[in-house]
């Protein structure tokens, strides 16, 4: 039973109802309403608690400037959307909504108790107690955390897809009612790409809330030539026309972001399981046409923030747009021309209008003369100083304006269901702002409208300033003819249009940021932003201690940063300012507008980066064969390998256990293939790694490797790897996994930009090799059988040389090199021939129980051999010298960083420097990151001074101990003392420094 | 997303480049001879004016190649881009000095610069 819907009227498919919940309870609407309007068609107004006191909150607007209406929408944990504004979400059969912010319900809500002690939450409240003494927070956060608040996040993984798409194009138009309209057919005529976006769900704006019969547009009604124009677009093939798609970023260069809602209106089983919930658009247009309207504004009196009190216009568009009479009897409270005719248009369809307040002393003789004949009050030079009604208005308090900015004469009570109000118009200036645009007072508005320009855009219309259709028709055809010209279609002229309306007096507002209630200052309850819960009086003290910048004020008392961004709240908060600092509206300014104009899912931000599309993964030609040989995989870069194998039966820690013994006792394999691998030729290129790395390259001969540490400008390790010297003027650098990319670009910025005299080139040749490194007692007997006609001994084949070779055929570099101290060779095939061999080698390797292993065993074998890793034993602040690496510095040429070496920091004896530890009892394995400290017992003073951390821990098959390695302050000199790692709760570990070569002193492999 | 016209291969935007910071800073050719604090104004010091400078960008997702751009960092407009090894064009700021037309120095917000 909609007992509040028109028998006729509206834009909702009366053959097609729905049925909703909202908190449980069933509710009958129509396709096209939206939850506001099916709500109020229902005589359901309050749906929601406010943030910070809790107080009933009803609907305020009919679209997305309305402040406080928000709802969660869904039940399902993983899917419910919080803080969806009920004036926007579209119904649809078996939605399921709920109130948000109040327990145990809606209607007796326990936080409400924070509005009985209003009083002491003053403005700066929050801020207050947290700048206060640690005491004030830790008791109020708990409270504060239950208390203030808005919907529940969704709690699993979004089921949903979502999509983002780019477009270019001459024109876009932001806004799809009247001006944009006009705008849109102009350029599109001329032939220009033209993008029309429109946040609702209908094109039309405004004329949707018009009387349809009394406006015609081209002869039609304008719903009829609103259709006539979305036809003609339509069948344009340069023209895209998109609706529920809000133009939320207005950036640089005229890149404007559009969000685009493809399914949320539909219900779940409608829904195309092939395309997206939402879609980003990322438009990059030569011109833009802004025609994004204008909100009307509330007013601000004592008790302005009941269930019921709405914005003249939205009762308007619930009238005419849904067919809803948003109450039955209705006081209009105005300082303006326009809301008259929402008062009229509401007496024609049954409103019983008991009332129209008007702030001006004199409203205009046509106007009253039309209100006397309709039978309705008015109250001329008044203003409403009180309301009642719990849960929805009651009744409307109501006395004469003195002219003095006080009340005069007798009150006069007022029995109503509806306060219909208006303040006047705002432009929406926030895509202009966010454009760096500049906006100019306005005295006529009175309010901000945009002034100029700094990116190829114009507004039109109401956006502009422009609050009679005729204007906007006019304006918009004029801004698309303009846009269409420089974007490249000369001559482009205004789309021609007749408007038929009765005569109605133009707007003249005037400025009434606040009005008197008669009552003391610290009685008054006048609320400027309804989802934040800011009061005039909340600004006035905000001014009064000292936040004199429209900037600082809006932080200290949260003013329009809701998520509704203040839409309703802007000017009238900004002419408080001003009235209380006696500063003009220019000189108070406005507070910056920023993306996004209203929220936008993350969902919609991510795109197709979700998932296993969330970032690149790069596998290795021997991928296949790990992940059916039990491989657990690691991210490394944007590389996916293999951390270890386990085999049936074993865990992870067992798996990498017997993975690095067997890689000691017999033979182990590691795919290797995502090393970064740059191929370096030219005829300089032996003097461009001597410039690069810090240790000597010159004498390197062909068919021979080297270790090379590179460091940036300051001195410190940057990345490091092995060279191959393949020819004179023909080199193969590796690089670490994680720094291929990195390195590449660096090298190249050199040669660019400071080397432009070397004859070097570099090229990527990471993918174009597989590797396989084959080390152990038996890895010259498995290279042996791999490689053909090939003999890998020792005395053949010397440790740090090169040879070209083929296994089974397959063309090969074997590289004799080693990260983990046992003999072991590197073999590298084209790609697509690295399964062919990994498989060789297993097959080869197969009487010595070969084993596969991955990165965390080589991490273990490395550091049971004491070599670094660049990035887990580096950190960005470690020198060559810090490493106790000799030889690393050549003194016989510049490289990169040499100066820094000698830096008067850089030599500190005091450095930390890299050493190993060992700790006393030899089953404690360290925890990684953990902080050395020189005292057995944990100091008192914070933060505890440390001597250093651990960089890396294990606990080695090997040795049969755990093993560490750690930067430690002055690490050289306190070989074989003792050291005490921090940890949490108990007392600091003992541990003995040594050097890193673990292999070398603890001695036979056990 | 700003659009940056690359001296080879044309206008494009921003996500194909990574930047380089101020351009026309050669590495010393006499590290050896240099006080450490000569050497860290090479090393860490860098210019940040609002206004007028040069600076490098790399078309990392196109030619790869480093360029040198004039850009006023006021406005993030470009004044011109040139290849490395050409001198730095001699261009000023055209038209308002800032989108909102405030002077170089100072918030680009009206209201905090009459309120200072
Ligand atoms: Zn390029």
């Given amino acids: ?1006 | 997303m700003l659009l940056i016209t690359c001296p080879h291969c044309g206008t494009r935007d921003q996500s194909e480049f990574t930047y380089g910071g101020e351009a026309h800073i050669s590495r010393p050719a006499n590290s050896e001879t240099m006080t450490d604090a000569q050497w860290a104004e090479f090393v860490f010091m860098r210019n940040n004016p609002k206004g007028v400078w040069a600076e490098r960008w790399m078309h990392a997702s196109g030619c790869r190649k480093w360029f040198n751009a004039v850009r006023d960092t006021s406005t993030d407009r470009f004044l011109a881009v040139y290849k490395i090894g050409e001198p730095r064009p001699n261009v000023t700021a055209a038209g308002l000095a800032t989108p909102s037309g405030e002077p170089v120095i100072g918030s680009g917000n009206d209201a905090a610069k009459v309120m200072r």
């Fill in chain 1, 1 to 1006: 039973m909609q007992r509040f819907r028109l028998h006729q009227g509206g834009l909702i498919d009366r053959s097609r109802p729905v049925h909703f919940t909202f908190d449980g309870r069933s509710y009958e609407g129509y396709t096209g309403d939206t939850l506001a309007s099916a709500l109020l068609a229902n005589g359901v107004h309050m749906i929601a608690r406010s943030f910070k006191y809790h107080r009933p909150r009803g609907i305020l607007g009919a679209g997305s400037e309305d402040p406080a209406g928000l709802v969660q929408v869904g039940a399902n944990a993983n899917e419910t959307d919080p803080n969806m504004r009920a004036t926007e979400v579209e119904i649809f059969d078996g939605l399921e909504t709920f109130s948000q912010n109040c327990w145990p319900s809606l209607s007796f809500d326990i936080g409400a108790v924070n509005d009985l002690v209003w009083r002491w939450l003053p403005a700066g409240f929050y801020y207050k107690t947290f700048m206060g003494p640690p005491a004030n927070w830790m008791f109020f956060e708990p409270l504060i955390r239950r208390a203030a608040g808005l919907g529940k996040a969704p709690e699993g993984k979004d089921p949903d897809r979502y999509e983002s798409q780019n477009r270019h194009c001459d024109v876009l138009v932001a806004g799809g009612g009247p001006s944009g309209l006009m705008a849109a057919l102009t350029a599109a005529r001329s032939g220009a790409r033209v993008i029309l976006s429109e946040e609702t769900p209908l094109l039309g704006g405004r004329l949707n809330a018009l009387d349809p019969s009394e406006t015609s547009i081209n002869g039609k009604t304008p719903r009829e030539w609103v259709a006539a124009c979305e036809a003609e677009l339509a069948k344009l093939p340069n023209v895209t026309v998109l609706t529920r798609t809000c133009a939320f970023g207005y950036y640089a260069d005229n890149f404007v972001a559009l969000a685009q809602i493809e399914q949320d209106h539909l219900a779940p089983a409608a829904r195309d399981a092939a395309r997206p919930r939402q879609r980003l658009w990322r438009i990059r247009a030569k011109e833009v046409v802004l025609a994004t309207g204008a909100t009307e504004r509330p007013l601000v009196f004592h008790g302005n923030d009941r269930p019921g009190i709405m914005l003249a216009s939205a009762a308007e568009t619930y009238l005419h747009r849904y067919g809803v009479k948003a109450g039955n009897r209705a006081v209009v409270f105005t300082n303006n021309n326009g809301a008259w005719g929402s008062a009229f248009a509401l007496a024609k369809a049954g409103v019983q209008i008991v009332a129209i307040v008007d702030a001006r002393p004199a409203p205009e003789e046509a106007l009253m003369r039309q209100a006397a004949s309709l039978g309705i009050p008015v109250h001329p030079h008044a203003t409403i100083v009180d309301t009642r009604g719990q849960f929805r208005v009651k009744t409307a308090v109501v006395r004469r304006l003195d002219g003095h900015r006080g009340v005069s004469g007798e009150a006069t009570v007022i029995n109503c269901d509806l306060i219909a109000v208006s303040g006047g118009w705002s432009p929406n200036a926030a895509l202009f702002s966010q454009s760096r645009g500049k906006l100019r007072f306005d005295a006529g508005l009175p309010g901000f409208r945009p002034g100029p320009s700094w990116q190829a855009e114009r507004s039109a219309g109401a956006a502009n300033g422009a609050m009679k259709l005729a204007d906007c028709l006019a304006e918009g055809a004029a801004a698309g003819a303009d846009a269409a010209t420089k974007s490249g279609f000369a001559g482009t002229n205004p789309a021609a249009y007749t408007l038929q309306q009765p005569d109605a007096p133009s707007y003249n507002g005037i400025a009434t940021w606040q009005l008197p209630s008669g009552r003391s200052a610290s009685s008054t309850r006048a609320f400027v932003d309804l989802q934040n819960d800011v009061q005039a009086k909340d600004l006035k003290l905000a001014v009064q201690e000292g936040y004199a910048s429209v900037e600082h004020a809006k932080r200290y008392t949260t003013t329009g940063m809701g998520t509704d961004q203040g839409k309703t709240v802007g000017i009238n908060a900004f002419g408080i300012l001003a009235d209380e600092l006696g500063k003009s509206m220019q000189e108070v300014g406005v507070t910056t507008y920023r993306q996004p104009f209203k929220p936008i899912t993350f969902g919609a931000l991510a795109g197709q980066h979700g998932g296993a599309l969330y970032a690149p993964r790069r596998t290795t030609p021997m991928h296949d064969w790990h992940e059916s040989h039990g491989a657990v995989f690691e991210p490394v870069g944007e590389w996916l390998r293999a951390q270890v194998y386990t085999r049936p039966g074993e865990t992870f820690a067992s798996a990498l256990q017997r993975e690095a013994r067997t890689a000691r006792t017999s033979v182990g394999v590691l795919d290797a293939s995502t090393l970064g691998k740059i191929d370096i030729r030219g005829k300089d290129a032996r003097e461009f790694l001597n410039r690069v790395y810090s240790n000597a390259w010159l004498k390197l001969a062909p068919g021979r490797c080297r270790y090379g540490l590179m460091l940036k400008e300051d001195g410190m390790v940057f990345d490091d790897g092995v060279t191959a010297c393949l020819a004179e003027d023909h080199f193969h650098m590796t690089t670490t996994t994680g720094g291929a990319a990195r390195v590449l670009n660096w090298l190249e910025e050199y040669l660019q930009t400071e080397w432009t005299d070397l004859e070097v080139y570099l090229t990527s040749v990471t993918e174009q090799w597989a590797v396989a490194a084959i080390g152990g007692p038996k890895a010259a007997e498995v290279v042996a059988a791999v490689a053909d006609k090939f003999n890998p001994n020792p005395g053949n084949f010397p440790f740090m040389s090169f040879r070209e070779a083929t296994a089974g055929g397959i063309p090969a570099r074997i590289f004799r090199i080693s990260f983990t101290g046992e003999l072991s060779y590197e073999i590298n095939v084209p790609a697509s021939y690295g399964l062919a061999l990994w498989e060789r080698v297993m097959a080869a390797g197969d009487k010595y129980k070969i084993t596969a292993y991955g990165t965390e065993a080589m991490h273990l074998l490395r550091a049971e051999k004491g070599f670094i890793i660049v990035g887990q034993d580096t950190d960005g602040t470690v020198a060559p010298d810090d490493l106790r690496m000799p030889g690393m510095a050549k003194t016989s040429a510049d490289f990169i960083g040499r100066r820094s070496l000698t830096r008067a920091d850089t030599v500190r004896k005091d450095r930390k420097q890299l050493v190993g530890l060992l700790t006393e009892d030899p089953s404690v394995v360290l925890m990684e990151g953990a902080h050395i400290i020189a005292t057995a017992v944990e100091p008192v003073e914070r933060p505890a001074p440390a001597l250093g951390h651990v960089t890396s821990s294990y606990k080695s098959p090997n040795l049969n101990r755990s093993i560490a390695l750690a930067l430690v302050k002055g690490g050289g000199e306190l070989i074989g003392k003792t050291v005490y790692v921090s940890r949490k709760g108990a007392d600091p570990i003992h541990a003995t420094v040594v050097e890193t070569d673990f292999m070398k002193q603890v001695g036979s492999h056990s």
